[in-house]
């Protein structure tokens, strides 16, 4: 992480010491946790599943109650 004060990058080593000081927190790709494409296309799948079966229950259900 960096900090931004008065137009300086200064290498810090918590967030407080750069709010201490008044300054911008910038933080770089390398700070943020690594995205896990396995866990994103399961709960995407399971989302995009339950939103099929729910729709087409809610039709089934339309249909059922003409009859």
Request: with cysteine.
């Amino acid at each position: 992480m960096k900090c931004l004060i008065d137009s300086i990058y200064i290498d810090i080593v918590t967030a407080n010491d750069c709010f201490n000081q008044g300054g911008q927190l910038l933080m770089s790709q390398s700070d943020y946790p690594a995205f896990n494409v396995e866990m994103f296309s399961l709960i995407n799948g399971g989302i995009l599943l339950s939103f099929i079966v729910g729709h087409f229950s809610g039709r089934l259900v339309r249909w059922m109650s003409k009859i």
